[in-house]
Nanobody, 122 residues
């Protein structure tokens, strides 16, 4: 069974950047997609981007503003976040083992990491 280990979170000021990492332990080819989700304080998990592991093709939530980039290298899925804003604050999770339906729905993934905290101050 796959395990996911996130890292790279922290506290930054508005306009700053962070690069999150999701290390996939196990055979990454056994999951068709790996996704990044955000859980803002008091809210549910919101899918932001997903990467197809077979060819590295990314898919982004339509409402994203082009500030985030998902990529993969040697079984680590990265989430580059630039021009961060206070509303980006939350716990960021990576998810794998997609079961079908929307790529951006929490219920459609079976495996989750422990999350990494991102705090953006104004």
């Amino acid at each position: 069974q796959l395990q996911l280990l996130e890292s790279g979170g922290g506290s930054v000021q508005s306009g700053g950047s962070l690069r999150l990492r999701c290390k996939v332990l196990g055979d990454i080819s056994t999951t068709k997609w790996v996704a990044w989700f955000r859980q803002a304080p008091g809210k549910g998990r919101e899918g932001l981007a997903a990467l197809q592991t077979s060819d590295g093709e990314p898919t982004y939530r339509r409402t994203l503003e082009g500030r985030f980039t998902i990529s993969e290298d040697k079984s680590t899925v990265y989430f580059q976040m630039d021009d961060l804003k206070p509303e980006d604050t939350g716990i960021y999770y990576c998810a794998a083992v997609f079961t079908g339906g929307s790529l951006f729905r929490e219920a459609n993934y079976d495996i989750w990491g422990q999350g990494t905290q991102v705090t953006v101050s104004s």
